[in-house]
């Protein structure tokens, strides 16, 4: 061979052996190696990784074993080489999987160019207790009959045991009726709050599962669990009542241990295990806070040789084994710690440290002192005018920490099952000065993956999609609450509906809404109702649906199909969502119209009183919503049924959406497009689930943008109007609309809160009115997100990333800019169920320049507003000449892409 064709052959080969195809990130039932599922064909999910334009996986194998080594005897499945560009959620087809087996895994692909990629890493995922009859634990009550009216001390309970033969693996399954913390000899196990979390514990009680090996010992152990209120028995709900579930604690605890020549032994909790209720803990609610008398800690009460013979047995208790489930929700944990911005005395002259920012959690206190010095901690979330500390919006909620000391050097203490919404932290009774060391914020929330980014030219939206974060950390604590820090903390469905699309920009919502989701099914009411909360708390107080929040019942599961590909999730869901709407319709009969459904109606939309121009209010008549919901849900489920192949009741509740759409057009819509209910709300519903003939749509339009205009570029709408106002705006031809609305800085807008320093999202316009006076204090959250749902926009529209095909196997990016340069640029991410999403313009001088990254395994449609195609560059080469797809709409240059990276550049017409 001659030398250069060798030289060219190599230099060829080193070419092509550098470009990578990769398999990564392997997710399991949206988890990353999950333990303790119940999920018996668990769903698998890979993301590939390639330096190459255009990758399409073309093929993929799965192998499945019960050891890492893939050997033959340990295989459980393998696919062979499947012809499919699928990625995500690939179900496992292998062996019947068995309790507590760990299951090995790894794929590998080959793409479209037949480039093939090395087996990806190694992946697991482990069954949990599968079968009711596998638990041999029996459930204990380690508190006294007596024990049960209000709040009480938390119960310790514990019990030693020797371990004969040297150990291969343990593991522990732990649940509670009520809060619990686990440990074993000394150590705490796991590093999960809140547990077992909350779902309707009556169908539905999750438990958790430790690996717990290098926590055991050959010889005498000691495990100990302390176990409080928690949503179970503490006071929750409206009526300040306790024991809504139950008034009796119960632990179920079951360490299977796996020695090393075989054989198993398991030690679970029975009538042998101690208990007390003398214990350091006097107190600890969810609402109210905590009481800590740290004299009273029993020094080695959870190792080995501690002396309980004042400690009472337990007593067993009967409880069914067949409602626990594998946690298939997301573990709540300490997420991050803040330290306090300032420490001042108020005008009151109350001591109060802030913590700059609005957070969901407690206070890590340190302090020196002698035994018996009382230290007090309440938390608020804002000052009121004077700067004083306020609590009044609190309600009943005490929010109040006291720890007394033991008096034994330095202590540290975090509280155990409560925690606290707040900014600022009013200090009573602390020995010494305080300083800033003294005191840690320590954030909690559901352990969600971040996964969206969002910035652009205007500092003040940039700290709106802040607050819209926080407040998505606060009240996503295992379940998704309407606010944080007053005695409510509840599952309100209407809020959850609104915001989870934002959500699942933020963070991998997946498997947090997958679990909430089945507590709504399963506390939907037997006529097919949903409840106003989930978990149902309120059902003895205040039963009832409304149009909005039941709506949950589609609106959620449809979302995350849209945005995870979880199909899943539509089929589990189906019935539910199916019941709701008939629900619907046996309220509304024959006359189309849901008369009375509408309890809350666009909650807490704009009323004039405190603004220097008081304009008309923004109603919207509640019969109006209720059956603009109902034609709206009855369409998802139309679009379900036909996604599951349903095809009778596709076309049953197609029919049915037409039926409800002509009346509500007879019933509610002028001729001139005007519409009955004249609001900004009545106006985003009817064009938001297309309920007008198409004529009337340009006239409809028109009346909600003149309203906007007659409001001096404001907005009426309140809780269901808002997600979609600029929505509707963008999506018929007045983007310009929906940024004078996202850049409005006055009151009502969502920029006022952030001017008056906000740093989560209100639950009202007006929380703190231009003159810093306070809204009624009876409901006045400044965490609550409802109205953070405009983040949805925000990515979508201003930054245009958008669903093509569900999970983003097909991708929109769409930006639509102001017309002028009130936004010089903004870009945004979110890493997709197939891998990261980017998408970011600039404008300079007259020039745009956008920037997309498409991940692998996936295309895109790219729509390059205000441009001419042949005036475009992509990566410095004009794009006419590189992408052949290009095409014209109007003043937008349309694309179609694979993978990659790309960077567009153009004079903006
Ligand atoms: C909650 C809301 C909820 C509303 C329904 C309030 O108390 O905080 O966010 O949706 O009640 O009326």
Redesign the pocket.
Known sequence: MKPFIYLFLVFIAGVLSAQTLQVKDLSCEHKVNPVGIDVRQPRLSWKLNSDTRNTIQDSYEIRVATKQDFSAQSLVWSSGKVKSSESILQIYKGKATESGKRYYWQVRVWDTNNKESAWSETAFWEMGILLPTEWKAKWIAPGMPSDTLKASPASLARKEFTLNKPIASAKVYVTAYGMYELYLNGQRVGQDLLTPGWTSYNSRLQYQVYDVTEQVRQGKNAVGAMIGDGWYRGTIGFDNSWNFYGNQLALLCQLQIRYQDGSQAIVGTDETWKSTQDSPVRSSEIYNGEVYDARMEKKGWDVVGFNDKSWHKVRLVTHTFSNLIGSAGVPVRKIQEIKPTKIFRTPEGILVADMGQNMVGWIKLKVSGSAGTKVVLRHSEILDKKGNFYTANLRQAKQRIEYILKGEGEETFEPHFTFQGFRFVAIEGFPGEIKPENLTGIVIHSDMKPIGTFECSNALVNQLQHNIQWGQKGNFVDVPT??PQRD?RLG?T??AQVFCRTAGFNMDVAAFFTKWMRDVAADQYSDGGVP?VIPDVLKKVMKGTSAG?GDVALITPYTLYQIYGDKQMLEVQYPSMKAYVEYIHSKAGKSNIWRGGSV?GD?LFYRPGINSHPEPDGYTNNDYIATAFYAYSTHLLKETAHILGKQEDESQYAKLFEQIRETFIKEYVTPAGRIASDSQTAYVLALMFNLLPADLKPMATQHLVDDIKSRRNHLSTG?LGTPYLCHVLSDNGHTEVGYDLLLQESYPSWLYPVKMGATTIW?RWDGMKPDSTFQDEG?N?FN?Y?YGAIGDWMYRVVAGIEVGKPGYKHILIQPQLPSDDRLTYAKASVNSPYGEIMSGWEQKNGQLKVTITIPANTTATIRLPRSNASDIKENGQALTAANKSAKMDKDTTVIEVGSGQYIFDYPLK
């Open positions: 309407d606010c409510e309100w209407g809020d106003f929040w809350f909650w809780f639950e409901m959250s609550h409802a």
